[in-house]
């Protein structure tokens, strides 16, 4: 028996229905007789896992923090707009391009 992965057969087979497996699925690794997922590493955000994960280590986000959002793969600092100021950006910017100042011009004011 083997999830994610082909059984043992024959003298790699340690007992009769023993969970142990030769070889792994796509998107697994052989560990210790049994298949692990392959898991992606992300930068601000959650790396994928198993199948959608090409390679143990690799870099590959399939979700963002707060903040970031997802392009090709990678979490980006969402970058907001702000006609009188500074843009805001990454967690305090809420949505890319939403308009959200960090600080204003001479002569404006922040409003709530």
Wanted: with cysteine; glycine share 16%.
């Amino acid at each position: 028996m083997c999830s994610n992965g082909v059984g043992a057969t024959g003298p790699a087979c340690p007992a009769e229905g023993a969970a142990a497996c030769a070889s792994c699925d796509t998107g697994y690794a052989l560990a210790g007789g049994a298949c692990a997922p392959l898991e992606c590493t992300c930068a601000d955000g959650v790396g994928a896992t198993g199948p959608a994960c090409p390679a143990d280590g690799a870099a590959l986000c399939v979700a963002c923090d707060p903040g970031f959002s997802l392009e090709a793969g990678k979490c980006t600092p969402n970058t907001c707009t702000c006609a009188n100021g500074v843009p805001a950006a990454g967690p305090a910017c809420p949505a890319d391009g939403a308009e959200v100042c960090a600080a204003c011009d001479p002569g404006h004011l922040l409003s709530a």
